[in-house]
């Protein structure tokens, strides 16, 4: 219908080829904890995880055979699924995935992101808080008014997040040459190798 809403992303392939493009997405999310693909993909993905875990939260015969007509390794995803990240998102309301956008990865310059589950192991916004925390108590500077938000973000449904935190920060300081920070690497060669590769 033009003009109309599109109710989803149609990935620019036929519905049963989406269908396992997304199963096949969300299966290596629960593996790995995190995933890299394009934007768009990594959004329509999310959709379908944040219905998994709530299935997985409701955790009766209907919904582990409704999550094992989803994964494509439900023998190995289904246990994992309704065991550690069910326990894990018993206590938050919503919002278990995070879309994060990052430079393009393929050479097309596609939008590209990360997809990760929040509060694991792999939490990439809970390592940079705690890079930020790190960088903070080394100048002796106040953490401002974002860095405190941020905080109130990843702690807030992790078990026992104050102290992850505190100790990530410290073992950031100590590892950090010495306690204090590096340098931030440089993105752009040196000048000395810009000229080096010029041709005569």
Not at 39 to 67: C, M, S, Y
Not at 104 to 117: G, V
Request: no cysteine; hydrophobic share 30%; glycine share 4%.
């Amino acid at each position: 219908m033009a003009g109309g809403h599109m109710k989803y992303r149609h990935l620019s392939r036929s519905s049963s080829h989406r269908e396992a493009l997304l199963r096949n997405l969300v299966t290596s999310l629960f593996q790995r904890e995190t995933i890299s693909t394009s934007w768009h993909k990594a959004k329509e993905t999310q959709r379908l995880a944040e219905k998994l875990i709530t299935l997985a939260k409701k955790n009766t015969d209907a919904t582990r055979r409704r999550a094992r007509q989803i994964l494509y390794t439900p023998d190995k995803m289904v246990p994992r699924l309704f065991g550690p990240i069910r326990e894990r998102y018993l206590e938050r309301p919503g919002g278990y995935t995070r879309v994060l956008r990052i430079e393009p990865i393929k050479e097309d310059q596609a939008e590209s992101a990360i997809l990760e589950l929040v509060d694991g192991p792999k939490d990439m916004r809970f390592a940079m808080t705690a890079k930020t925390l790190a960088r903070i108590s080394n100048k002796q500077h106040r953490m401002n008014e974002v860095t405190a938000k941020n905080v109130k973000k990843v702690t807030q449904f992790r078990k026992d997040g104050m102290d992850e935190l505190r100790s990530l920060v410290e073992k950031m300081q100590v590892t950090s040459f010495g306690g204090v920070p590096p340098d931030k690497r440089r993105v752009y060669p040196e000048e000395k190798y810009r000229r080096d590769m010029r041709i005569p």
